[in-house]
């Protein structure tokens, strides 16, 4: 698939729909989760970016480059950046229950507000550099592959740390924990459903 099969692929997610994104710089990254994201809040929906990697000032910088008015959707309500600190580990640790319960309060509280759904993405680069990822895929597995409520999601992964754990078990678990996986690198992007 080429790559701008893949910007229209991740335009026209729906509710529920749970997908991993592999990549392996942050070009290709913001590429396909900005072009995601300014789609959800193009349609009235509102959308949640959980950053790991890169500061939430970074990441609003990054998104104004791309053309997504990051000051008019924050004033709104319609878009968040938030640092992983405050979203899974706040207070300090990791709890599937409650970060389960952030993501449902928030898809509540935005349709509350008006919004015709609610897109996110959340990075996981905080669970390999803590040594987690035994927890992350047990996170992934209580999402399920379809998502339980109406959210669209796209988990993402840095192939870079996610190579140092090693394992082709754990990748096949994560992607087994998604409806459909896209792989995203400078000589393109293909997405292959599960």
Avoid at 98 to 125: I, S
Avoid at 159 to 179: D, P, Q
């Amino acid at each position: 698939m080429e790559r701008q099969e893949v910007l229209e692929f991740v335009k026209r997610m729906r509710p529920t729909d749970h997908v991993i994104l592999f990549y392996s710089n942050p070009e290709d990254k913001q590429l396909v989760l900005f072009t995601y994201l300014k789609a959800g809040l193009d349609q009235d929906e509102a959308a949640a970016y959980v950053g790991t990697q890169e500061l939430p000032d970074e990441i609003r910088a990054a998104m104004k480059r791309f053309g997504i008015d990051v000051d008019s959707q924050e004033r709104s309500g319609a878009l968040r950046v938030v640092p992983y600190t405050e979203w899974y580990f706040k207070g300090g640790t990791f709890s599937i229950p409650r970060t389960m319960k952030f993501w449902r309060g928030l898809y509540d509280e935005v349709t509350v507000e008006g919004f015709r759904g609610l897109r996110v993405t959340g990075e996981t680069a905080c669970f390999f550099q803590k040594g987690m990822a035994r927890e992350l895929l047990e996170y992934e597995k209580s999402l399920h592959r379809v998502l339980e409520f109406p959210m669209t999601a796209i988990c993402a992964y840095d192939s870079n740390l996610t190579a140092g754990e090693g394992t082709v078990e754990l990748y096949l678990e994560l992607i087994k924990s998604h409806s459909t996986v896209i792989f995203a690198g400078p000589q393109g992007a293909v997405v292959k459903s599960c």
